[in-house]
């Protein structure tokens, strides 16, 4: 059972530059997310996608962007890395109903230079 | 304004202790209220509740949910060292069906 797969777990980033952060999840679910997670601030809502084809900003989306390339696949790009980008990013996956629990991935540490 | 306010932030208790977790939240088009369990990795699935006052128990520990007051608890008893985590609610509500809104989390300490 592979669940919610990231890719890479660990990165190092230099300022300015670019990146992006691999999802994908088997489970056949609609919605995928990404979540931010820094010390003491919990889990904060970066960008999610309720079905293919569809994107929307979440808490704080300012410095990154999106594709879900299709179902199965959901990616975090940041265009130009910033110190302020360094955390944990977690990708997450559930069904469509709206009430269901969250799978997550185990998360990639990213640390800009 | 934190839609979802977790208390207490951290708590350090030694084994066999029982301690209350706390979550509050806000009800615009409440649908769902979840608790997470988070170690050194991802977050792990403990609970979801919708309705009052009905119980949720797995083993040690358990979960019920006030929707009049607007707040959750989180039960542990007979705690265990294994039981140090990040204790995580979120809720699900909102404008939106798809998003799930998290608290900042308890960081629970238990010690032999």
């Known amino acids: 059972n592979a669940g919610v797969t990231q890719t890479p777990k660990f990165q190092v980033l230099k300022t300015g530059q670019s990146m992006t952060l691999q999802c994908a999840q088997d489970?056949?679910?609609?919605?995928m997310y990404w979540y931010r997670q820094d010390p003491g601030m919990g889990l904060r809502l970066i960008y999610y996608s309720a079905s293919e084809g569809t994107t929307d900003k979440g808490e704080v989306p300012n410095g990154y962007n999106v594709s879900r390339l299709n179902k199965r696949e959901f990616s975090l790009r940041l265009e130009s890395a910033a110190p302020s980008q360094t955390s944990v990013y977690f990708c997450?996956?559930?069904?469509?109903?709206?009430?269901?629990?969250?799978?997550f991935g185990e998360g990639s540490r990213l640390t800009v230079l | 304004e934190d839609k979802v306010v977790q208390s207490p932030l951290s708590l350090v208790v030694h084994e066999g202790d029982t301690v209350t977790l706390n979550c509050s939240y806000e009800?615009?088009?409440?649908?769902?209220l979840l608790w997470y369990k988070q170690e050194k990795k991802a977050p792990t699935f403990l609970f979801m509740l919708?309705?009052?006052?009905i119980e949720k128990k797995s083993g040690r520990l358990s979960s019920i949910l006030d929707k009049k007051e607007l707040f959750s608890i989180l039960n542990i008893t007979a705690t265990q060292t294994g039981d140090s985590a990040i204790y995580l609610c979120?809720?699900?509500?909102?404008?939106?069906?798809?998003?799930?809104?998290f608290g900042k989390g308890t960081l629970l300490t238990v010690n032999p």
């Open positions: 997450a996956s559930r069904e469509l109903s709206g009430s269901g629990e969250l799978f």
């Open positions: 979120a809720e699900n509500s909102g404008g939106s069906n798809y998003k799930l809104t």
């Open positions: 489970m056949n679910h609609n919605s």
């Open positions: 919708t309705s009052s006052g």
């Open positions: 009800v615009t088009n409440f649908r769902s």
